[in-house]
């Protein structure tokens, strides 16, 4: 049977079964694996059993990976949840793949926005509406109702693949990184190629491949003015409030251009080159169609180009919340004593962490010396990842171009990404491998957000693309 007939063979058997692939994604969906909340661990657990389950009735051999314990804000520990290693094949006459993804999820309620229950997959109008659909539920199963559908047919499987799957991606994927290095020589080893599906498409009607992702460093920044919360009637005006130099401070990071205050942070971003301007000019991008997934009516740049390389290769800076500081419904007319603000810089090449910290710093005991403020103020890094870029020409590349080409009928756009999967470093540095990003969701799935989505033609079209993606690496 030629290559091309097999496709057509798996491509029909997995639309003859889209009901099935849809009601085990309901399933997956109905176990609220939130990794962020600690009463929530059991359910994360019992992700990890029902997707071992599932493995071992696929013949997949599996290990559950113990990565220690998670210490809590209020000093306890917590168990974290075991890393699901998977093999499937050991013919050494043939490519192994590896594959990553996670489990857990992040939070929903109903009450968030939410127009149906978050962990009940709800079908509306093509789409499939739950928590982790389409981040990442939906693309781990994808990968395997793909093998399920070979086996089905009797047809050989074209590749080994090795799996890591994780409960913790949520919340900083603890653990992993170390299990990583320790399963460098051992379980790691031999492998061909590592294909990631945890990213989305630019739009919603083309497909693309990513080659680039930048890093991250999340800061709490610190300031404390008293021992004790104060009332503003009896305080206000006469001392220096925590308050009042953190807005200050967080005031002075960004402009109303998106450009980063900080002085010389810009200092080791790799300059534009013309050769990279170039790459631009084909990707198909629709600026209202951005606007309207992001809820706004207008971008800080009005040019594609500028939009997207203010997206992906330039560095940017979000302030995201102030915890200490009254939230709640009315009127409270306290000092805080203490507050935090959070922020996050997301780094390019050729950023490091350590410089950006460092920076950081520098600024923070800058504005704090011209305010002349005597309060306890403190910046910390509360976590980092750097970016990630690859060769798009790249043969694993090239054979997922093959594989969008035969399902899709046209030509990916190659992209970068502006969020964070600093893991997928530690899989290039480990298994001294290229690394592929395959996106099967849409740009409007709402991954993290109210209503996240998958659409089913995503769902299916997504496992026929894995499917020839395989045939292809076994080609290589």
């Known amino acids: ?32 694996s939130v990794s962020a909340w600690p009463e929530h661990r059991p359910e994360v657990v019992r992700m990890v059993e029902w997707t071992k389950s599932f493995m071992e009735t696929l013949g997949i051999t599996v290990e559950l990976a113990d990565v220690g314990e998670q210490k809590l804000s209020d000093g306890t520990k917590l168990k974290l ?9 050991n013919d050494t006459a043939k490519k192994t793949v590896m594959i990553y993804g996670h489990l857990d ?32 539920k939906g693309p781990v199963i994808s990968w395997l109702n793909v093998i399920e559908a070979y086996q089905k047919l009797n047809e050989p499987f074209p590749v080994n693949v090795k799996f890591v799957l994780e409960s913790m991606e949520e919340y900083g994927s603890d653990g992993l990184e170390d299990l990583l290095k320790s399963l460098k020589n051992t379980f790691l080893s031999g492998v ?15 497909p693309c491949l990513q080659y680039g992702l930048r890093g991250i460093c999340y800061f709490f920044l610190d300031v404390e003015c008293s021992t004790k919360d104060l009332h503003s009637g009896c305080f206000g005006g006469t ?11 967080m005031g002075t990071l960004v402009d109303n251009k998106g450009h980063i205050l900080i002085d010389r942070l810009y200092d080791e971003v790799v300059p534009l080159t013309l050769e990279e301007e170039e790459l631009y000019k084909p990707i198909t991008f629709d600026t209202a169609a951005y606007c309207s997934e992001a809820g706004v009516q207008s971008t800080i740049q009005s040019e594609k180009d500028q939009i997207l390389m203010h997206r992906w290769r330039y560095p940017s800076l979000s302030l995201h919340g102030i915890q200490g500081a009254f939230d709640g419904c009315g009127c409270k007319t306290v000092i805080p004593r203490h507050v935090i603000g959070k922020f996050s810089i997301r780094i390019v090449p050729n950023m490091k962490i350590s410089t950006v910290e460092k920076l950081v710093e520098n600024h923070v ?13 403190s910046v910390k890094l509360e976590h ?48 001294g491998k290229n690394v592929l990003l395959l996106p099967i969701g849409a740009s409007d799935d709402g991954a993290h957000s109210q209503n996240e989505k998958f659409d089913i033609s995503n769902y299916m079209n997504g496992m026929k693309v894995m499917s020839v993606y395989f045939q292809e690496l076994a080609k290589l």
């Open 1 to 32: 049977m030629s290559s091309d007939d097999l496709n057509k063979r798996i491509a029909k058997y997995l639309d003859d079964h889209q009901k099935d692939y849809i009601q085990r994604l309901s399933d997956a969906v109905s176990i609220p």
């Open 81 to 89: 949840p075991n890393v699901i290693l998977g093999t499937y094949g």
């Open 365 to 377: 005991q800058t504005i704090m010396k011209e305010r002349n403020s005597p309060n306890k103020v």
């Open 192 to 206: 061909d190629y590592v294909v990631i599906s945890d990213s989305y498409w630019l739009g919603k009607t083309k």
């Open 105 to 136: 999820v992040q939070p929903a309620q109903l009450s968030d926005g939410w127009d149906s229950e978050p962990f009940v997959l709800t079908e509306r109008d093509g789409k499939l509406y739950g928590r982790g659909s389409t981040d990442d």
């Open 384 to 431: 980092g990842g750097d970016y990630w870029i690859a060769d798009p020409n790249n043969p694993q590349y090239v054979a997922a171009r093959k594989a969008t080409v035969a399902v899709h009928g046209i030509e990916p756009d190659l992209t970068r990404e502006g969020g964070s999967i600093p893991i997928t470093l530690t899989f290039q540095e480990q298994t």
């Open 239 to 249: 001392i220096h409030e925590a308050m009042t130099d953190l807005i200050a401070i």
